[in-house]
């Protein structure tokens, strides 16, 4: 029987012991009214030889693309150790380590992961991991209403040129505690936000979320947000890339005092793009809100002989123990994940994770040269970006990523997700993983392509 | 362990002291030794005004968490600020060092409240 | 010894990172890190070695039984692993055209499909990242439900006692009060409290069932009219659905709506704490309400459903569409069983359960619902030997792990004192189970003969009991190099 090991001696055996005849008699506790007999709409089960033929044929169908596309999840070069090792059967396999003695290695990569989180982002201490980006943002979200006790009221203000994803992850997970979600507007030349802000009084907002880079790729004057935020008595929430971090000033210098809470989604640090996950989400904070914060976490300590150890602490904050009046539901995670972002971190070392991020901004800046010069095509928000920016097309972008596809490219997102009046517009990711002939290639199939779509327009007009 | 005499009870395990218009309040040697070794104590805000039952303070052991509920109805004008540092005085004197926070009283003292014999009853009826 | 102790100055990996990497001019100066991080600086073998050996200092199910309670540690396939981590998978953007997403997109639909009957619920969302995000959808699935009709009393959402934490803890993330409802001494959720309990202000239940206490709720239909008669709509936790599997259907015992964990029931690793996966399949009445996006199906194509086509929706809950690699594997494994190797995951993860128990009864352990049939799981208390020897279920749990096995869940429902919680599943042969017997009797009598060897344990494994009072007081959560020199 597939997985299960019995045979027939062994079921009499076991029948036997418990003092029934049959396995039917097990469920004898269940109503015959509601009882089944058989899952005959779900097919018979194949061999392992019959959907491993399958699977790779599916498989083939999504592969081929050379992928442009970033807008929060981002292909990087995976380094062949991390997923040897963080497939080993000693870390996939096992649970959430309640026993702390019988999980010393998944405790003390959390531990690592936790030191390496809080440096790269320049604040005192990471939690153990949240689902993903979008809904580590909305847990910093009520993070920041618990522990900010100058707010009125539980009033948030929100990046305009955050990922469109995550404003509405926030939405339905936080908006049944009747928070309120008010929107900081970008500016629309620079794509960053604008910088005369609304006047509020002290206490009127909880937090302010900011996003580094933003949506549009663009870098933002983080500084100033920042402080403007600390002088209305509002938590700074940043959302921030990791890679980006390597490169730009990490949320914790951020002003006079630094963001308050950091998120983001961690999936380039090792993880594979993977239709959207398993990846993890983030979560770092100040000491002083440490207690505020959802999630596990680990703490060195000693063992009963004085050796270093490391354990679950702050329990008595989660759902297992605190229940109605714990600070999140959450209860499993993503451990699997942050233990490759830990071994790939370790593999990168701080210089290797800043020439990520930087052959990664080269790249991008050379595609986006290359770009608007061609004819029709010009640079849509006139800001510094990372690895991702804004083409205007003089076509709309839905109608370019389609015919360049036939090229095996997948061009970049097409804006008029975020909104209609962006339909134009193309957001295209670059990084360490195209090389100049990639380059070139992306620049002269959009050439074709653009010179296929403006005739057949002229033709039409 | 005989409880001190002078104090009130509640049946959620605080004590109270009460000296003209302000209660003390903290929790009993009973609590205490359920909750085992204390790692963090949330006191409540000052000024702030607590009805009786009111979610007042938390107190956090390793494996436990538990709501302190206040036993009276009351302004707060004080906390015991020595706890932020050494929670596990409420473990060693939950009767004195280890008092949680101070009220000015409004109104009458609740009925509810009972007295160390009562309170001991109570205990012994758990057992 | 910490990865940062073996780094020393200088050390790089050359071969990972890109090899040109020219400065970033463009980028104003004052928008620029100063100070790198302090990552360690390793090379590949230092990091493969030490992460390597750390992996051994953990217990797993593919090197130790398991029988954790309530988390359903069955062995995890290989091929499925495998067949999930194809690079035409792996390397398929979340944001890729449809035309260029089919083969995920089939695979997503088929599942959807089949977790409709097994759950006799007709429309399914995957997106939930975790049981307790499939509960926040299914509880704020009610909650838009009820909104939707202008009712907007339902202010109370009920709870066992036996309940999991999170179920609590999500219906107050979803903005409701929480009525507990307390448990008879059957192990049946107590029917007079639960009609004393109900009323105009009852959005609705969360239930588990079978219960976590090892139990099946027998009189689920009586439960679920008195909800239904008051307005009330019920949530079914998913956490046991291993026990049921092709034997019943919480569709059929009255639930609204429910999650699934993946990662339970449908074998899909546990990594270390996750990722899991937590579907929400629903009714017709709730469908209109359930997480975007879902996928459609046409006949011909796979195609997304989002915010256009779902206007009622709760709306998304991640970035993407949920763990989508973790939803690959629970195809591949539904699809590897069939239709009859999943109703023989309930069968024999119920046999296994069941045998264990008599067994364990038969050598004197106490049983906490000994009139009881087991689901998939059942609780032994020590609370007789906690009394006479001073021995507690930690203490036993502790010396499992010096013979080699993973504690079951302790101290889990918080209901019963002293106790285990114990899911064999249905992966495990009797040898594996008759071992199990035999070390816990043997700790047993250890525990009479030589109570310091059990109130000591573990005493083989790379550490000794930990410091726990130590670790909430002086936290130390991060790793900081040795202030000491630069304080001398």
């Known amino acids: 029987m597939p997985f299960i090991p019995h045979t027939e001696d062994d079921v009499k055996t076991m029948l036997h012991a418990i003092g029934v005849n049959s396995i039917e008699d097990l469920f004898d506790e269940i109503p015959q009214d509601l009882r089944i007999n058989n899952l005959n709409p779900i097919a018979p089960g194949l061999t392992e030889m019959a959907m491993g033929r399958d699977m790779k044929a599916r498989a083939e169908r999504d592969a081929g693309l050379a992928c442009f596309v970033g807008a929060g999840a981002y292909e990087h070069h995976i380094p062949a150790a991390v997923w040897q090792i963080t497939g080993r059967g000693e870390f996939l396999t096992a649970y959430t380590p309640y026993q702390a003695e019988a999980s010393q290695g998944t405790l003390q990569l959390l531990y690592e992961y936790q030191s390496m989180m809080a440096n790269l982002m320049g604040l005192e201490v990471s939690n153990a991991s949240l689902y993903d980006g979008a809904s580590a943002l909305a847990e910093a979200v009520l993070m920041a209403v618990r522990a900010n006790t100058h707010a009125k009221e539980p009033r948030i203000l929100i990046a305009g040129n955050l990922h469109p994803h995550y404003r509405q992850t926030i939405e339905a997970l936080v908006r049944p505690q009747g928070i309120i979600l008010e929107t900081l507007p970008y500016n629309d030349t620079t794509g960053c936000l604008e910088t005369s802000r609304p006047k509020i009084d002290n206490g009127d907002i909880a937090a302010v979320v900011i996003a580094q880079p933003n949506f549009f790729g663009g870098i933002e004057e983080v500084d100033g947000i920042t402080d403007w935020a600390h002088q209305h008595l509002a938590l700074v929430i940043a959302v921030v890339n990791p890679i980006a971090m390597a490169l730009l000033k990490e949320p914790g210098a951020w002003g006079e005092r630094g963001a308050d809470i950091v998120c983001g989604e961690g999936q380039p640090l090792g993880i594979p793009l993977a239709s959207g996950g398993p990846y993890f989400g983030f979560l770092c904070t100040k000491m002083e809100y440490v207690r505020q914060m959802p999630g596990r976490l680990i703490g060195r300590t000693v063992d009963q002989n004085g050796n270093p150890g490391f354990s679950l602490t702050l329990q008595a904050r989660e759902q297992h123990i605190r229940r109605a009046k714990a600070t999140s539901n959450i209860c499993t995670n993503q451990g699997l994940a942050v233990t490759a972002a830990t071994i790939y971190m370790s593999l990168l070392g701080a210089s290797g994770l800043a020439d990520v991020a930087k052959a990664s901004h080269d790249h991008s800046s050379t595609l986006c040269k290359a770009l608007t010069a061609l004819p029709g095509m010009r640079l849509r928000f006139n800001s510094p970006c990372f690895h991702e920016f804004v083409i205007e097309c003089p076509c709309t972008a839905k109608a370019l990523i389609h015919t360049v596809l036939k090229d095996n490219i997948l061009a970049g997102l097409d804006l008029s997700l975020m909104s209609p009046e962006l339909d134009r517009c193309l957001l295209i990711c670059v990084t360490e993983t195209k090389t100049a002939q990639d380059i070139n290639a992306y620049v002269q199939a959009i050439k074709r392509a653009l010179q296929h779509l403006t005739s057949s327009l002229t033709v039409e007009d | ?127 | 010894m910490l990865i940062f102790e073996i780094s020393a100055k200088g050390r790089k990996n050359h071969l990972q990172a890109p090899r040109l990497a020219p400065e970033a001019k463009d980028i104003p100066a004052h928008l620029l890190r100063r100070t790198p991080p302090i990552f360690p600086e390793v090379s590949e073998l230092q990091v493969v070695r030490h992460y390597t050996q750390l992996s051994r200092k953990n217990f797993s199910i593919d090197t130790q039984f398991y029988p954790l309670g309530s988390c359903t540690m069955k062995y995890n396939p290989r091929g499925v692993h495998q067949l999930a981590s194809l690079e035409g998978f792996l390397q398929h953007h979340p944001l890729t055209p449809i035309s260029h997403s089919q083969g995920y997109l089939q695979s997503a639909y088929e599942l959807q499909e089949i977790l409709s009957h097994i759950t006799g619920l007709s429309a399914v969302s995957l997106t939930p990242m975790a049981g307790a995000q499939g509960e926040f959808a299914g509880v704020a699935m009610i909650r838009a439900y009820h909104l939707s009709r202008g009712d907007t009393a339902r202010t109370e959402f009920l709870v066992p006692d036996a309940a999991h934490g999170t179920n609590p803890a999500t219906a107050v993330m979803c903005g409701f009060r929480i009525k507990e409802i307390p448990t008879d001494k059957h192990g049946d959720v107590d029917l007079n409290a639960l009609r004393a309990a109900v009323g105009p202000h009852t959005a609705g239940i969360m239930l588990t069932n079978p219960s976590t206490l090892g139990v099946f709720e027998r009189h689920i239909s009586e439960i679920a009219k008195t909800i239904h008669d008051v307005g009330g709509l019920l949530y079914y936790d998913g956490a046991n659905l291993n026990a049921i599997l092709g034997k019943c259907r919480p569709g059929d015992m009255g639930f609204d709506v429910m999650h699934i964990n993946l990662h339970k029931t449908f074998a899909t690793p546990h990594g270390g704490g996750g990722p899991g996966s937590g579907p929400v399949a629903a009714n017709e009445r709730l469908k209109p309400f359930l997480p975007i996006p879902t996928v459609g199906y046409d006949g011909d194509h796979y195609y997304w459903l989002t915010e256009k086509d779902c206007p009622q929706s709760i709306g998304r809950l991640s970035a993407f569409m949920g763990n989508a690699g973790i939803i690959l594997r629970a195809n591949i494994y539904a699809r590897l069983l069939g239709h009859e190797g999943l109703c023989r995951v309930s069968e024999y993860a119920t046999l296994n359960a069941n045998y264990l128990m008599a067994r364990l009864q038969q050598a004197g352990f106490t049983l906490a619902f000994a009139d009881r049939r087991a689901s998939h799981e059942f609780i032994i208390t020590f609370k007789k030997e906690a009394k006479t020897m001073g021995i507690s279920a930690k203490d036993i749990a502790k010396r499992l792990l010096d013979y080699g096995v993973h504690a079951p869940t302790t101290y889990f429902p918080l209901l019963v004192p002293e106790c285990f919680l114990i899911e064999p599943t249905e992966t495990e042969s009797k040898e594996e189970l008759d071992n199990f017997i035999n070390i816990l009797m043997t700790i047993l009598k250890e525990a009479k003969e030589s109570p310091e060897l059990v109130k000591q344990a573990p005493h083989t494994l790379p550490v000794r009991r930990l410091d726990d009072l130590k670790a909430a007081r002086e936290l130390d959560l991060t790793w900081h190099k040795s202030k000491k020199p630069e304080e001398a």
């Not at chain 2, 509920?69 to 939950?94: F, M």
């Open chain 2, 1 to 127: 362990m005989t409880l001190p005499q002078e104090l009130r009870y509640t049946t959620t395990h605080e004590w109270v002291r009460v000296e003209n218009d302000t209660a003390t309040i903290g929790i009993s040697e009973h609590a205490q030794s359920l909750l085992g070794d204390l790692v963090f104590v949330d006191l409540p805000a000052l000024e702030k005004t607590l009805a009786v039952g009111d979610d007042a303070a938390v107190v956090e052991s390793v494996k436990a968490a538990a709501d302190v509920y206040s036993p009276v109805d009351g302004v707060v004008i004080e906390v015991n600020s020595a706890l932020a540092d050494k929670p596990e005085l409420i473990n060693q004197d939950p009767y004195s060092t280890g008092w949680l926070f101070k009220v000015k009283l409004v109104g009458e003292l609740p009925l509810s409240l009972l007295s160390a014999a009562e309170y001991q009853a109570m205990l012994n009826e758990e057992e």
